[in-house]
């Protein structure tokens, strides 16, 4: 695994797509590895073995090369670990980490275990620099030790640190994405979780690997949104489309909504909105690489039908569920319950009932008037009552729509 993430370092340094190392590193998560987040004192240039465990790699934060990497972990070897951010400033040769790698390792949270918070230490970059600028120059002027060695005397770290408030987990989460190229330590959408699991058909790393005309539902926020007129636009006809990249906590995918969804759904189209769509994956598109408009993508592109908000989910995805139980296991004295919970759930929502017998017949049936509404707190309760499979959704139907290609010239 660590030979697997260093390859990842190696041969993607932009930072735009990181979902082979997001997938190795929830690899690791399911085989029990664990994987030391980044740390001035524990990391190294690449993602090395350290106590049986994955130290997370240096030279896979943006802004921090190898030279600064290397000068880093050259300090640390010479002279212990850092102390604080004016420990680190002094130690390691400014020119080779500068304050744009500084800021980067703040950002990914690599000085969180000197105990001080994020937002406290990058206000302090300037003066913690030029402390260990001057330190530097004593040393050079032989200043530096009682001892007469050429490593400066520790400096003394200033007792009144900045008093802020830390950064937010949203914000640390934007900056750890900004500087990794995904998030590390935890999701933006994370409280979105349950209802993401629910409704879609597809994480966004899973759709990109669909075959074509593959019809889905996925749910994420939208990322480098970019609206474009379109070419030839006809009298009366809405020519303007949108691109942008759908996100989840998985991955993402390459997403296209031509003009026609896009003047009915422009306002959903935002950067930073969490949204659903439904939709088809189009791989044929990326084949045309003379076509830049298409936003060709070697995953292909998601082409966007329709958008809802995460209130709107249940009604428009969902037209109620499916409760299997289990005559062996499930006895007739928790039918009352079952009725009972799913009345505290009022909505619209369609309830089926299968009943498996001990002979393995599965009979099933409607829950006449009953009517539910569907909502992560219920789906999660019926998991608890009745076992994590014995509920499902009963989705609606995904449209199909023409097949037609947004840009002329190019085959569906």
């Not at 990058?122 to 004593?138: P, Y």
């Not at 030790?145 to 900045?162: R, Y």
């Not at 909504?257 to 044929?284: C, H, L, P």
Request: include cysteine; proline fraction near 5%; glycine fraction near 8%.
């Amino acid at each position: 695994m660590t030979a697997l993430l260093c390859g990842d370092v190696l041969d993607k340094r932009n930072f735009q797509s990181k979902n082979d190392t997001v997938e190795h590193l929830e690899d690791c998560k399911r085989m029990g590895i664990e994987v030391i987040p980044p740390d001035v004192n524990s990391s190294m240039q690449l993602y090395a073995i350290v106590d049986g465990k994955i130290a997370f790699a240096l030279t896979a934060i943006k802004s921090c090369g190898d030279w600064a990497a290397d000068k880093i972990v050259e300090a640390r070897e010479k002279g212990g670990k850092f102390r604080d951010l004016f420990d680190f400033c002094a130690r390691v040769d400014n020119r080779a980490c500068n304050k744009g790698a500084i800021e980067a390792l703040i950002k990914a949270g690599a000085f969180d275990s000197i105990g001080q918070k994020r937002s406290q230490l990058f206000q302090s970059i300037e003066l913690a620099m030029k402390a260990g600028q001057e330190a530097a120059v004593d040393a050079a002027k032989g200043q530096g030790s009682l001892f007469g060695g050429d490593e400066p005397e520790p400096v003394a770290t200033p007792k009144g640190l900045p008093t802020l408030p830390e950064w937010t987990d949203k914000e640390k989460s934007i900056y750890e994405k900004e500087v990794l190229g995904f998030y590390l330590t935890s999701h933006p959408l994370q409280e979105f979780a349950e209802v993401f699991a629910m409704f879609r058909t597809h994480e966004c790393a899973e759709a990109t690997v669909l075959n074509d005309h593959t019809p889905v539902v996925l749910a994420g926020t939208i990322t480098e949104l970019s609206v474009r007129p379109g070419k030839n636009p006809k009298p009366d006809k809405p020519s303007t489309f949108a691109m942008f990249t759908l996100e989840d906590a998985s991955g993402s995918v390459r997403s296209i909504m031509w003009a026609e969804a896009y003047e009915q759904f422009a306002d959903f189209i935002k950067n930073d909105s969490i949204v659903f769509m439904r939709g088809r994956m189009d791989r044929s598109r990326s084949a045309h690489t003379d076509c830049p408009e298409n936003g060709n993508s070697p995953d292909g592109n998601f082409i966007v039908d329709e958008v809802f908000s995460v209130d709107e989910a249940s009604k428009k995805l969902c037209r109620g569920l499916t409760i299997t139980l289990d005559e062996q296991q499930h006895g007739s004295d928790l039918l009352e319950t079952l009725r009972q919970m799913l009345r505290e759930t009022p909505g619209s929502g369609v309830v089926e009932l299968s009943l498996r017998l001990k002979d393995g017949v599965l009979v099933t049936f409607s829950g006449g008037k009953t009517t539910v509404g569907v909502t992560p707190t219920l789906y999660r309760r019926l998991a608890d009552f009745l076992g994590a499979d014995a509920a499902k959704i009963l989705r609606t139907a995904i449209p199909q729509r023409p097949q037609k290609s947004g840009y002329k010239g190019v085959r569906s």
